[in-house]
């Protein structure tokens, strides 16, 4: 799949509204703009951007170099300077210090299991000075178990088609996101199919506590719904605002 058509293939799973959403969170939580935040799981860099001309001094890291390519693409097209790491947020070692790391699209819960959960805390909690914070948000257990099983999403335009569907995954609170996708090419003057299987997992939000401050977490605060809600039972997503002492 060509960068071009990837960006079209992302974009179209994803509502640009909730990047305005994640901003506004960040701006609820990051006291000032000088602060160096480090956004793991950065993808196309469409947050990273947004973050950046709102002012804030971000670095986006990612494992996949396509993604990664797609995100300066964007930075450029949008003019903004953007320093991108090529990086797994399993080990942070090596890309010194930031004063906040955020961690959003429930990108941790692409983590294989509790263990690797615990790592990337752990990476996170080693980088970050005294006081520093890290923001994340998961999908809730209600979101896994109650919302995501059966749910089936489809969409189409001239350039793409999708189709979404989920199922219960393997393990408990899990899920397994198949994805579909028919992009038009010009030259071809036909249809190309692509397909993917996303497969996600997240916990009971005591063992998410447990596990931040096994990893050096004192302080930790999870909302809903971007902070702007308390959390209830029917919560789909958690958002954490966790720092060091």
């Known amino acids: 799949m060509s960068y ?3 960006a079209q293939v992302y974009d179209a799973i994803m509502d640009d509204s909730l990047y305005e959403k994640w901003l506004s969170f960040v701006k609820q939580q990051v006291a000032t703009k000088d602060q160096k935040i480090l956004e793991l799981a950065c993808g196309t860099g469409a947050l990273a951007v947004t973050l950046k001309q709102a002012g804030f001094d971000v670095t986006g890291l990612d494992l996949s170099e396509n993604m990664l390519t797609l995100a300066n693409e964007r930075a450029i097209n ?28 429930d990108s941790i819960c692409y983590m294989p299991d509790e263990a690797a959960v615990g790592k990337v805390f752990n990476e996170v909690a080693n980088l970050l000075p005294a006081e520093g914070q890290f923001l994340f948000d998961v999908h809730s257990v209600y979101q896994m178990d109650e919302v995501f099983p059966g749910y089936m999403y ?4 001239q350039e793409i088609s999708f189709l979404w569907q989920s199922y219960e995954g393997e393990v408990p609170h899990s899920i397994e996101h198949d994805l579909t996708f028919f992009v038009y090419d010009e030259e071809l003057d036909s249809y190309e199919r ?9 916990y009971p939000l005591e063992q998410y506590l447990q596990l931040l401050k096994q990893a050096g977490f004192s302080q930790v605060k999870v909302s809903g719904e971007f902070g702007t809600q308390e959390v209830t039972d029917q919560t789909t997503r958690w958002f954490f605002t966790c720092s060091k002492k």
Request: glycine share 6%.
């Open 4 to 6: 071009q058509t990837f």
């Open 78 to 105: 949008a003019g903004v300077k953007l320093p991108l790491i090529e990086g797994d947020m399993l080990d942070l070692s090596e890309i010194g210090t930031y004063d906040v790391v955020t961690c959003f699209s």
């Open 154 to 157: 489809n969409d189409a335009s």
């Open 194 to 202: 692509f397909d993917e299987c996303h497969k996600e997992r997240t």
